[in-house]
């Protein structure tokens, strides 16, 4: 029988992610720190015991977006502008809820694309994704088909975590105001220190290597000792 997961793509995909690792890891920090610095401002807190009080009224012990009962093992805090380059999300009243972790990883797909076709936030695309605008070989798509076999029950659902994802966002429109007039500006500081972080990634650790491996330590068919980052 043949293997169904391909080791060596794998592991052909797997390396060379050094640089970007550090770039991403820039960028987290960055938006982690502003979002302190934004509640701190506004004077609203994730931790606030109205704050969590408020997510469990309107979601009780429920996935925000497959409204599937959550196990203890299985939840994750749910960012629903992603805290990456992309969507740029922060750690700030209305932005954070709880959702299972089945949901939290698919939802990645719409977080990570540069560029959203179905919505204009990552988890508004994330519950878009209702069959009816996706190719055939949409996993998210695919994903809600697994949840909601059938295709009205799918649409109803999807159209119900919208509409109660955006009503308990209008209660912290304060923050999120304030994300959305500056997400501009903070994208073009975003990506510079994106592409910073990978720079400095390259040039350290190239030189580290340099530093390690001495010339007479050469690959003997003049293999380059350049950081092999992708």
């Given amino acids: 029988m043949p293997l169904s997961f391909d080791t060596a793509a794998y592991l052909r995909t797997a390396t060379g992610r050094a640089k970007s ?19 701190t401002l506004f004077g609203e807190s994730i931790t606030d015991t109205s704050y969590r009080s408020s997510v469990a009224t309107h979601f009780g012990n ?8 959550l196990d203890f093992d299985r939840v994750a805090v749910e960012h629903l502008d992603g805290m990456n380059r992309f969507r740029l999300g922060l750690h700030v009243p209305g932005n954070v809820v709880v959702a299972c972790k089945k949901c939290n990883g698919e939802k990645r797909r719409d977080d990570q694309q540069p560029t959203l076709v179905l919505a204009n936030t990552g988890w508004e695309s994330f519950l878009s994704h209702d069959s009816s605008r996706c190719g055939s070989g949409c996993k998210t798509c695919a994903y809600w088909m697994g949840v909601w076999p059938d295709i009205d029950q799918r649409r109803r659902a999807l159209q119900s975590a919208l509409t109660k994802l955006k009503g308990f966002r ?39 290597v340099r530093e390690v491996i001495k010339p007479q330590e050469a690959n003997p068919a003049g293999g380059s000792l350049e950081c092999p980052v992708a």
């Fill in 62 to 69: 429920l996935c925000a977006y497959c409204s599937h009962s």
């Fill in 21 to 39: 690792d550090v770039a991403n890891k820039l960028v987290s920090m960055l938006l982690h720190h502003l979002s302190k610095e934004v509640s």
């Fill in 170 to 208: 209008e209660g912290y429109h304060v923050a999120i105001n304030w994300m959305e007039q500056h997400r501009q500006s903070l994208s073009r500081s975003v990506e510079q220190l994106y592409r910073d972080g990978q720079s400095f990634a390259v040039m350290e650790i190239g030189k580290i």
